[in-house]
């Protein structure tokens, strides 16, 4: 690590230990002007950091860490193309999915963001079709980030589904997963979509498997007509789609140049589109090129992803925060954490910084999360008077996009979920001292410590734009952590040997006699399992 940037860290660590004996209250105190100081317009997004053990003095240090770390450099490089993913070798360029068309960005001598358009008519196009031929269900066939980001949002913009076609979405190799899926469809109006960058995904290809089988069942067609009139493909191995039988005419393109965790604007999002509409899938696009812009345009100490980012640094490696909680006071947002669990933690949980050595400081907290205010009668206990403090990121919106109630009712619940986000938000940063009125009063068991950090984030209502514009942010602020931390985000080597002896482990289960390399515990459990 160079000298500059070393500096600068231990700047950050003083600001830290200034601010451990100042509490959330205090901040407040001393200055009339926090919330608006502190609170930020992204786009349609209010991000507010006025609950943040930050000051003045702290958000001058953690611009100047994300100068030292050449965050602006870095990202620029992403956005121009530059194959910033250098153990892959490989661009990263998420953002050409959503850039408007004529942008001219090369890779390899082609022009991505043309390739990322003329997909984008195949889906709309591919979408016309099933509605002519009476398709009602899609169900999605992937894990990870081929599953994640489509799921999470149908469920986000349910509401918005206006196709007539409805999706599920199916991950686990847990053949419950697929029973459940599947459960109550009629084959005869149901399309397969396999999801898959690498069509080789243990889970995702039995998954296809399966579901062919039941298609073909209850079609009563062979399994290879089965396919190639109902299954479609997203994927970059093409040959591989196009040996499982897809037609060519069924199967999207997926590039390298877009993790999977970062696919959601790709034709991975087909599934989402064939449930939306490719008008609302626009619409999420334009959100999501919003915060993009704002993202490269914005100075740094109003830049909404990159403050996002830099409060999660000052969280982890100032005060040593080892989890953040993300709850969305929207239902709808329900799988919003489990998508920033793949997001944050497959590209930030890294150990070796981007030129193979050990990093010098934590990388990615553990996210983990449920929608309030669910979680306010399960967990929110820890939050308030818990040993750990946990930051929390609250999302909610001003209406409520609900349908089918009556309308009062609709704003009369949510004004009571508002209420609610609200309230926590308060509660963990001023907290309340024991009563000492009341001669049965438990002391300690009721005093709210308070001083426990969160940001909260406000839109008008969760719609296609504002659902891109949150995902954008997120994306933005994974980044410029990583670029923080000096690691390469976009790769995920950590997953890889839980995989190969996975391999290993089904081998030895159909071949007891074969040589193994499994370490005794192993192959006595392969023992018990299949005596
Ligand atoms: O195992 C991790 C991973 O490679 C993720 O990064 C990816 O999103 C997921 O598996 C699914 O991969 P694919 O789209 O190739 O099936």
């Not at 426990?452 to 504002?466: E, K």
């Amino acid at each position: 690590m160079e000298e500059s940037v070393r500096r600068v860290w231990s700047a950050l660590d003083r600001e830290a230990s200034r601010l451990s004996v100042a509490s959330i209250a205090d901040l407040f105190a001393s200055d009339a002007d926090r919330t608006s100081r502190f609170t930020l317009e992204s786009a349609d997004l209010r991000l507010d950091f006025s609950r943040q053990r930050i000051d003045s003095g702290a958000l001058a240090v953690l611009v100047a860490l994300a100068e030292a770390t050449e965050v602006p450099a870095k990202r620029d490089a992403m956005f121009a193309g530059e194959s910033i993913n250098s153990t892959e070798g490989r661009s990263v360029l998420h953002t050409a999915l959503r850039a408007p068309i004529g942008t001219r960005i090369e890779v390899g001598g082609v022009d991505v963001v043309h390739a990322v358009h003329s997909a984008r008519e195949r889906m709309a196009h591919l979408v016309d079709g099933m509605r002519a031929e009476g398709i009602r269900t899609v169900v999605n066939i992937g894990i990870g980030g081929s599953d994640l980001g489509p799921a999470m949002a149908a469920g986000a913009l349910a509401p918005f589904a206006t196709t007539g076609i409805g999706a599920r979405f199916v991950s686990n190799v847990d053949p419950a997963d697929l029973a459940a899926c599947l459960a109550g469809l009629d084959a005869r109006t149901t399309a397969l979509v396999v999801s898959s960058k690498t069509f080789t995904t243990q889970e995702t290809m039995a998954n296809a498997r399966s579901a062919v089988r039941w298609l073909a069942t209850g079609l009563g067609l062979d399994e290879e007509s089965a396919v190639s009139t109902r299954v479609y493909a997203v994927t970059s191995n093409i040959a591989a789609a196009t040996a499982f039988g897809v037609a060519e005419s069924r199967t999207l393109p997926m590039w390298d140049w877009v993790g999977g965790r970062f696919s959601l604007a790709s034709a991975i999002g087909f599934s989402l589109m064939c449930s939306i509409g490719p008008e609302n899938f626009e619409a999420m696009l334009a959100g999501m090129h919003a915060i993009d812009r704002h993202f490269v345009e914005t100075p740094l100490d109003r830049n909404g992803p990159v403050l996002l980012g830099l409060v999660g640094i000052m969280n982890r490696n100032g005060f040593g925060y080892g989890s953040r909680a993300v709850i969305p006071y929207l239902q709808q947002l329900a799988r919003f954490p489990a998508y920033l669990q793949q997001l944050e933690m497959e590209s930030n949980g890294k150990r070796s910084d981007i030129d193979g050595e050990a990093v010098l400081r934590h990388t990615s907290p553990v996210v983990w999360g449920e929608p309030g205010t669910n979680g306010q009668h399960a967990f929110f206990q820890l939050l308030h008077q818990g040993t750990d403090i946990v930051p929390v990121d609250f999302i909610g919106a001003r209406r409520s996009t609900a349908r089918g109630l009556d309308p009062d009712d609709v704003d009369s619940q949510h004004e009571k979920l508002v209420a609610n986000l609200f309230a926590q938000a308060a509660a963990l940063a001023f907290g309340a001292p024991a009563a000492t009125d009341n001669p049965h009063a438990l002391g300690e068991h009721r005093a709210f410590p308070g001083n426990r950090p969160s940001t909260t984030i406000l839109m008008d209502a969760l719609t296609p734009s504002t659902l891109g514009q949150l995902i954008a942010l997120y994306e933005h602020a994974t980044f410029v952590q990583g670029a923080v931390w000096g690691i390469n985000s976009f790769d995920q080597w950590g997953v890889e040997l839980g995989k190969a002896l996975a391999g290993d482990v089904s081998s030895h289960i159909a071949d007891r006699a074969a040589p193994t390399n499994l370490d005794p515990a192993t192959r006595a459990a392969v023992a018990w399992y299949r005596p």
